[in-house]
């Protein structure tokens, strides 16, 4: 049996071998068999389809694929109603007109952090100094945590995501976020301020959901933006023709980072599911208790979804990609990541109309051992 596909010779495509069959049985880090779903209207059936459960653990750093009690306020591991109550208390403060209003706040953050930039010494890593702060700063801003505390959640996030983390380095991991974050509410609640987290003191979620849902949201709200800005850059400074439409035409950004979304795919393993009963997908059953993974990156590259998906075209009318996932549990944020990468993409190569890699593309470091796929570091000039 073939070992769940994660490397990739490309940085720009799936993992190799990931498109080899619509639906077959392969092996994870942990030596779980599962279902690992390469289709595109199957991996989308098996999102939308609550039968499969979300309520499991493990899959990496040696944890087997096991049916398990969703932790407080981790919601993307809960079924509903369990996933319905939390989430609803969430849904109105993601809205596109509430992120429109953030609009101005997220222009000065690129601003600001570009002249940064630019004071840096050459060459600069794009990653360190512009694609991981700008998320960083933002999703701070919105959940009123103050910014000098980043190191608590990004070097949680690191151990979180990266794949070769162990048992013991995940348990102390949770343990120093949720004492930070435990620390902070009990300030917030002496304290108020004008944060998300400040308005969910006052619905029915107690301190340990809080705690869960702020880590889910400092985690996804930076991590995936951050590795979409670094990796999008490097694809256009490689699509010379690409770049300029995005840098010279406002009409292409909205297109662009919905082609940036389904083309790079940078969400792709990891998002484990179980049949709660005997189920089908295409003409295969599922046993009850057998785990699937819907393959996002080889899904988003199926020519059922669009055609000549291998070509890269910022025009491409948008897709109906699964980026962000679908069915209910669909990236409640999605609409805060698009803000930032339409802002962040034009700000960034118009300030810098000669940016430039300062090393082979070949040398750029890429993150095939974490579950956001980026790269690590994207050494730059201009």
């Not at 190799?16 to 942990?30: C, S």
């Not at 910014?147 to 013991?168: C, G, M, W």
């Not at 308005?199 to 951050?226: C, I, M, N, R």
């Amino acid at each position: 049996m073939r070992s769940l596909p994660t490397a990739r010779s490309c940085p720009f495509a799936p993992p190799d071998g990931a498109t080899d069959e619509p639906i077959g049985k392969v092996l994870t880090q942990a030596g779980d068999e599962v279902w690992h779903v390469a289709q595109y209207d199957l991996a989308r059936q098996a999102l939308g389809e609550t039968r499969f459960s979300s309520e499991i653990n493990g899959g990496f750093a040696g944890m087997p694929l096991v049916q398990s009690e969703p932790a407080p306020g981790l919601f993307i591991q809960m079924d509903p109603p369990r996933h319905t109550r939390i989430r609803r208390q969430l849904t109105g403060s993601f809205t596109l007109q509430r992120m429109n209003r953030l609009r101005p706040r997220i222009e000065q953050i690129i601003a600001d952090q570009l002249d940064h930039l630019e004071k840096q010494p050459k060459p600069v890593d794009l990653v360190e100094h512009f694609a991981l702060a700008v998320p960083s700063l933002v999703i701070c801003e919105l959940l009123g945590v103050p910014y000098s505390d980043r190191e608590h959640f990004q070097r949680y996030s690191a151990k979180l995501i990266n794949v070769d983390s162990t048992p013991a380095e995940l348990e102390q991991a949770d343990a120093e976020i949720g004492a930070y974050l435990f620390g902070l509410l009990a300030a917030k609640r002496a304290e108020r301020g004008d944060g998300l987290l400040d308005d969910l003191l006052d619905t029915d979620l107690s301190d340990e959901e809080l705690a869960g849902v702020a880590v889910l949201l400092l985690v996804a709200g930076h991590e995936t933006t951050a590795n979409m800005l670094a990796l999008g850059t490097l694809l256009l400074l490689e699509r010379p023709d690409q770049l300029a439409l995005v840098r010279d035409d406002p009409e292409v950004v909205k297109t662009a980072v919905d082609e940036m979304l389904r083309y790079l795919s940078v969400v792709d393993t990891g998002l484990f599911r179980r049949a709660s009963e005997e189920m089908t997908l295409g003409d295969v059953t599922i046993p009850e208790g057998d785990f699937i993974m819907p393959a996002l990156a080889a899904a988003n590259r199926d020519p059922a979804l669009c055609e000549n998906p291998d070509t890269f075209d910022v025009t491409r009318t948008r897709t109906h990609h699964l980026a962000f996932g679908f069915g209910p549990h669909q990236c409640l944020g999605q609409n805060l990541a698009r803000l930032e990468m339409e802002i962040a993409y034009p700000a960034l190569l118009n300030r810098l109309p000669g940016l430039r890699l300062a090393v082979p593309i070949e040398e750029v470091p890429k993150r095939d051992n974490m579950l956001v796929y980026g790269v690590h570091r994207l050494e730059v000039t201009w």
